[in-house]
């Protein structure tokens, strides 16, 4: 049962615009929420996470919001450029656990 | 620099083989994973290891089994390769925090085994 739902499959936007991509969880006890960057040929790098006690955290043009109620997150990256175009996944995990669980990943395209 | 390093970056077996994949990492970490990457499927992970000698079943074990002897070195083993095992195989390595807080998983750049 796949516990992190993740969606676009794939986006497409334009360079300078706002890329959103969102996920959902299922098991409330995650207190722990990654996000993974894949470039192709590459493995995943982390880009930035967030813990449930705050709402939202940014580093530089990537921001995660984070909604505990809903049990929703979503990656936000501002003035997309194109070299952001590349693979990327969300995760899930419990504190003092090593298990990642990941989104299906979604495809950016940042066009020129 | 954390560096996780995969024997091979492209593999071609025939069925029915035994296939190893070797992967090494350079930082003493206690953990190491090894997933399999399918397109619209996502990170799916097979197994990991949080010590020497120690490994838990992930979400997708069946046809393969690892082996950790020594900390940096985690092996996947297919013990009879199979057409659906075709895929992209990443391993992954992690520290274990010692204060409760949060842990990286650096990962290797792959290897792409294609059984026929």
């Known amino acids: 049962q796949q516990q992190v739902k993740q969606s676009p499959q794939s986006l497409i936007v334009q360079k300078g615009g706002i890329s959103i991509i969102n996920c959902a969880y299922e098991n409330t006890a995650f207190d722990y929420f990654p996000w993974y960057q894949q470039f192709p040929g590459k493995g995943p790098a982390l880009l930035i996470a967030i813990r449930p006690d705050v709402s939202e955290k940014k580093e530089g043009r990537f921001t995660i919001s984070f909604n505990k109620s809903a049990k929703q997150f979503s990656l936000h990256i501002m003035d997309s450029q194109p070299g952001d175009s590349a693979t990327y996944f969300c995760a899930a995990s419990l504190t003092g656990f090593q298990k990642l669980v990941f989104g299906t990943g979604t495809r950016l395209l940042v066009s020129p | 620099d954390v560096k996780v390093t995969q024997s091979s970056r492209y593999l071609v077996k025939r069925t029915g083989e035994k296939v190893f994949l070797e992967c090494v990492q350079d930082?003493?970490?206690?953990?190491m994973f090894w997933y399999r990457q399918d397109p619209g499927l996502g990170l799916r992970l097979i197994y990991f290891s949080y010590d020497v000698k120690m490994k838990e079943k992930g979400d997708i074990p069946e046809g393969y089994s690892v082996s950790r002897e020594k900390k940096e070195r985690f092996s996947l083993i297919l013990e009879s390769a199979s057409t659906n095992q075709t895929s992209m195989y990443l391993c992954?390595?992690?520290?274990?925090?010692?204060?409760?807080?949060?842990?990286?998983?650096?990962f290797g750049p792959g290897t792409r085994l294609t059984v026929t």
């Open positions: 992954a390595s992690s520290p274990t925090p010692r204060t409760g807080g949060s842990y990286e998983q650096y």
């Open positions: 930082m003493d970490h206690e953990n």
